[in-house]
């Protein structure tokens, strides 16, 4: 095969092939693989990657969009050489194909009679996987005969407060970084092509699978660990390697002098015994969980782009709680609150949470410190209400370290989430029939719950609303069903 008809490939295959040459063979020859099937989580990740794209051309107006679909390859090049020619003096998604590379270029802005190539990003800093990214459009838009003298990358700025956007983006200068990769990207793209023009590389597992990105084939290539690996055990990450060359595949394989931490060693002693181990303290630290009792769940958002006031990109603000108070006589009482539309929701959440808890003496959460935090956050932008939020935040007690410290059940995986924990010590609640199941979906949820309800019908923003409001209850719930298993668990062992 000739070298012009080796496979064309673009700055992201590019970016990927740098990564695994096996991983982006199969994304040249399985494009229909199940892999690479784009979920709901994912598309809103574009989406905001989109959005971002969008409002940075804001800050540097007065550009030619090449707009046509990304597919119409020799169509964008021709449109963008007919911009080039005209004059513009700015052009988004401008498109160049050279050495077999197809690139669009964010922000391509020319300057005197040289250009600058921009590179628009939706994280708050530049990460080193940006690089590649800015140097393989750089080599190609240089071999199209452009000066391009200067790179950057245009990231979002955490210092950037809402309403005033106008510092939303920092414009980071990254061509002298890029000298290495510029030098050797013409022999990476050659190789990279040449690649893909025969079989099926042979590359070996190892960090990279996971880095900068988790490859979508990671499955394929890593086989099914046996039950119990030594990998499984609790934060004993970097022993792992040493234990597995010490022929240690799994827990059972361990020396009798094998030493870790207190949960680690718990971990053991439950997996050898095939039981579970309930610690003496147990009973002790729930004694410190004082009646009547609330559990309490936030969701929450983290838009890119802030749009309350006082927030900036990527805040973590809570839109939605589900909270389950013990009544006097020991029944339940469920309060939710879930927001409705883009408004700012810190007020009436924080009103509908204070009178939810009122009277509740402690607060249970796994993971205390989110909902601390998030609680926190709301105080800081309600003055009026912050010692009485405060004041709820200094109630919050932690179920998550009560177990870590205290139990261990074999089907615990070696992890204390409550998704790890509910299914060993609860089996009879579970997600498996609700629609929303994690809580990565439903942070996408409802961010297009709040900020593209338009796309939706009434009766389908219903539907969404109906599958948040049971997702949150079912995490509330499940606090209360683990907590009753932990008092009986406690007694058990007197």
């Not at 931490?261 to 971990?267: C, D, L, P, T, V």
């Not at 020991?330 to 959440?349: F, Q, V």
């Not at 996408?444 to 209850?473: G, I, P, V």
């Amino acid at each position: 095969m000739r070298a012009n008809e080796l496979p064309r490939i673009s700055k992201s295959k590019f970016t990927k092939g740098l990564q695994c040459a096996k991983q982006l063979w199969w994304s040249v020859h399985e494009p229909e693989a199940p892999e690479l099937v784009v979920d709901e989580s994912l598309q809103r990740v574009f989406a905001r990657g989109n959005r971002v794209g969008e409002v940075a051309r804001s800050h540097v107006p007065g550009g030619v969009l090449i707009d046509l679909p990304h597919m119409q390859i020799r169509e964008r090049v021709a449109a963008t050489a007919k911009a080039l020619a005209a004059g513009a003096r700015v052009i988004y998604e401008a498109s160049f194909l050279e050495d077999g590379v197809f690139v669009s270029v964010d922000i391509l802005k020319r300057r005197g009679s040289s250009f600058v190539l921009t590179e628009v990003k939706s994280t708050t800093k530049v990460k080193d996987e940006h690089l590649a990214d800015v140097a393989i459009q750089l080599h190609v838009v240089r071999a199209a005969g452009l000066d391009v003298r200067r790179a950057e990358v245009m990231h979002l700025n955490p210092e950037c407060r809402f309403p005033d956007l106008s510092n939303l983006f920092v414009r980071a200068p990254v061509t002298a970084q890029l000298r290495t990769l510029l030098r050797d990207a013409p022999a990476q793209i050659a190789a990279l092509r040449s690649m893909l023009a025969g079989a099926i590389p042979e590359v070996a597992t190892g960090p990279h699978c996971t880095a900068p990105y988790e490859c979508a084939f990671l499955d394929r290539c890593w086989p099914a660990l046996p039950e119990h690996h030594v990998s499984t055990l609790y934060r004993l990450q970097r022993r792992v390697e040493t234990l597995l060359a010490e022929g240690c595949v799994t827990i059972h394989d361990l020396p009798s002098e094998f030493t870790a931490s207190a949960i680690a060693m718990r971990q053991v002693q439950s997996i050898r015994a095939g039981a579970p181990i309930v610690e003496s303290g147990l009973r002790s630290a729930l004694a410190k969980l004082h009646a009547p009792l609330a559990y309490l769940d936030f969701e929450t958002v983290s838009p890119a782009i802030p749009v309350w006031n006082g927030c900036g990109p990527y805040n973590q603000i809570p839109v939605q709680f589900s909270c389950h108070v013990q009544q006097r006589d020991g029944s339940l009482a469920h309060h939710a609150w879930l927001a409705d539309g883009a408004a700012d929701p810190r007020r009436p959440l924080a009103e509908a949470l204070l009178a939810a808890c009122a009277g509740a003496r402690t607060i249970l959460a796994y993971n205390a410190p989110f909902e601390r935090s998030c609680i926190k956050r709301v105080a800081d932008s309600l003055p009026d209400l912050a010692l009485e939020l405060l004041d709820l935040a200094a109630r919050i007690e932690d179920l998550l370290p009560i177990v870590r410290n205290n139990v261990y059940h074999p089907e615990f995986g070696g992890g204390f989430g409550l998704k790890s924990v509910l299914p060993a010590l609860c089996s009879e609640l579970s997600y498996d029939d609700l629609e929303i199941q994690d809580g990565e979906a439903a942070a996408s949820s409802l961010e297009a719950l709040l900020f593209d309800s338009d796309a939706y019908t009434d009766a389908d923003r219903e539907a969404l609303r109906s599958a948040l409001l049971l997702y949150c209850e079912r995490d509330t719930l499940a606090m209360v069903r683990l907590h009753e298993q932990l008092v009986a668990m406690a007694v058990a062992t007197r």
